[in-house]
Antibody, heavy 114, light 107 residues
Framework: EVQLVESGGGLVQPGRSLRLSCRAS????????MSWVRQAPGKGLEWVGI??????????EYAASVRDRFTISRDDSKSIAYLQVNSLKTEDTAVYYC?????WGQGTLVTVSS | DTQLTQSPSSLSASVGDRVTITCRTS??????LNWYQQKPGKAPKLLIY???NLQSGVPSRFSGSGSGTDFTLTISSLQPEDFATYYC?????????FGPGTKVDIK
């Protein structure tokens, strides 16, 4: 069974950083691109970015709203994808999901507030 | 960026009704369109991938069609567990984008 489990969220002050993790199991993680998607309270889904598999260069792409502040990486030996979020703003408050476009994790809540 | 619009933004329907939701994209995306269902407090669930392919385990009352810029999600006979918000999502060109959602509630 495919399982994605996010962690690392929490309450953080504006300007600070967090690293979110997405631990995968039940599939060949290294063969898949992984995306991060976020959802602000009461709002719709917003695509954050993607990291492709090593077969496709392991390249990353981001939404314009986060491009200069967020970084996605992966450790295929551990089946984990990461989302490093820097210079957090109050508008980054959201549930952050990881997904391979088929399966989704349960999400981790990031609250940015002073 | 490829913009997605969904219509209607919300609808009220009864159990047994046929429901159709449309998704229109600002640029052609071939068939790189997925449909997701989301219930309150839960992660999205994939229903349809590549415009018309039913994800494993999803009831056959759900179907998808379309290509290019116009897509449709149809629920042939609405069931109580189908009351939720539905999102379309394009993965043809980055930045990937989601539609604003269609909320389906009980009439």
């Amino acid at each position: 069974e495919v399982q994605l489990v996010e962690s690392g969220g929490g309450l953080v002050q504006p300007g600070r950083s967090l690293r979110l993790s997405c631990r995968a199991s039940g599939f060949a993680f290294g063969d898949y691109a992984m995306s991060w998607v976020r959802q602000a309270p009461g709002k719709g889904l917003e695509w954050v970015g993607i990291i492709r598999s090593k077969t496709f260069g392991g390249t990353t792409e981001y939404a314009a709203s986060v491009r200069d502040r967020f970084t996605i990486s992966r450790d295929d030996s551990k089946s984990i994808a990461y989302l490093q979020v820097n210079s957090l703003k109050t508008e980054d408050t959201a549930v952050y999901y990881c997904t391979d476009n088929y399966s989704w994790g349960q999400g981790t809540l990031v609250t940015v507030s002073s | 960026d490829t913009q997605l619009t969904q219509s209607p933004s919300s609808l009220s329907a009864s159990v047994g009704d046929r429901v159709t939701i449309t998704c229109r994209t600002s640029q052609g995306i071939s068939s790189y369109l997925n449909w997701y269902q989301q219930k309150p407090g839960k992660a999205p669930k994939l229903l349809i991938y590549a415009a018309s392919n039913l994800q494993s385990g999803v009831p056959s009352r759900f179907s998808g069609s379309g290509s290019g810029t116009d897509f449709t999600l149809t629920i042939s006979s609405l069931q109580p567990e189908d009351f939720a918000t539905y999102y379309c999502h394009q993965s043809y060109r980055t930045p990937f984008t989601f539609g604003p959602g269609t909320k389906v509630d009980i009439k």
